[in-house]
Nanobody
Framework: QVQLVESGGGLVQPGGSLRLSCVASESTFRGHTMAWYRQAPGKERDWVGNIGVGGDTAYADSVKGRFTMSRDNAKNTVYLQMNSLKPEDTAVYYC????????WGQGTQVTVSS
């Protein structure tokens, strides 16, 4: 059973915006803090931010003020609104539980380039 499906990535110019979505299975999503991560070529997967069941959020310093997470508990979906994108945001983006992660999905590629 597929647990996590990310989508919404693409090619965008610096300064542009993208909105990523992650649909999770109910058992993966319900009652859990969800997080976004990203992995740039040749680098380890890094935490981007997380959102609790009640909507409380926390972000990495590198994206604070530019990225916003939200969640729709009825749809088992978490979103990542990315604004003012920079070339260094280029990576494959993944979502997962913050604690007790499930098998990783395929991720969605975000490329920021002119």
């Amino acid at each position: 059973q597929v647990q996590l499906v990310e989508s919404g990535g693409g090619l965008v110019q610096p300064g542009g915006s993208l909105r990523l979505s992650c649909v999770a299975s109910e058992s993966t999503f319900r009652g859990h803090t969800m997080a976004w991560y990203r992995q740039a070529p040749g680098k380890e997967r890094d935490w981007v931010g997380n959102i609790g069941v009640g909507g409380d959020t926390a972000y990495a310093d590198s994206v604070k003020g530019r990225f916003t997470m939200s969640r729709d508990n009825a749809k088992n979906t978490v979103y990542l609104q990315m604004n003012s994108l920079k070339p260094e945001d280029t990576a494959v983006y993944y979502c997962n539980r913050r604690l007790y992660p499930r098998p990783w999905g395929q991720g969605t590629q975000v490329t920021v380039s002119s």
